[in-house]
């Protein structure tokens, strides 16, 4: 099963797929590499929450091939399933921002918009370009005009770990 973990972190695409089919997010570069592989493909969707009733979001929804390619990885594993090990440990953390945010699907962004959770949004981009969904200064005023202190400090719809990564620089 050693090899198996080895496999998936250095694979160029398990890790984000897992990430995807699991937590519902992953870093931006996850999804980018996703999405250039035809295994997940951007998706427009407007939000239903009084705060942001009507923003349009890019979500990042999983293709019918990288359903199937998650499906036929963890078909190849003894029993058929993954890991409870590596199932747990994915599942111990909301996404890994490695410095240019992070692409999620539909749900987990209607989630992150409705508790609202400012960790979350604050790091939300477009799966298409990359832009982020909202500016802080604009999750701030937001907050304000509904008289939100609870979500100002983040604590509200907190319920599992970010991962941030410090950002790699090229030289």
Do not use: W
Not at 8 to 34: K, R, W, Y
């Amino acid at each position: 099963m050693l090899d198996f973990f080895k496999t998936v972190l250095d694979h160029a695409f398990l890790l984000p797929l897992m990430e995807l089919e699991l937590n519902q997010c992953t870093s931006n570069q996850g999804g980018q590499i996703l999405s250039h592989q035809g295994l997940a493909r951007p998706s427009c969707f407007s939000s239903e929450a009084p705060l942001f009733f009507g923003k349009s979001f890019i979500s990042l929804e999983l293709t019918s091939t990288g359903e199937n390619e998650f499906r036929q990885i963890f078909h190849e594993l003894p029993h058929g399933h993954y890991s409870g090990h590596f199932g747990n440990a994915l599942s111990a953390y909301s996404c890994i921002d490695e410095g240019s945010g992070i692409c999620a699907t539909q749900k987990f962004i209607e989630d992150a918009v409705n508790m609202p959770n400012l960790q979350i949004l604050e790091r939300l981009v477009d799966a298409e370009t990359g832009a982020k969904h909202f500016l802080p200064i604009d999750l701030i005023d937001s907050f304000r005009a509904q008289n939100s202190e609870n979500c100002l400090s983040g604590r509200l719809g907190q319920t599992r770990a970010i991962v941030d990564l410090p950002s790699k620089r090229r030289l």
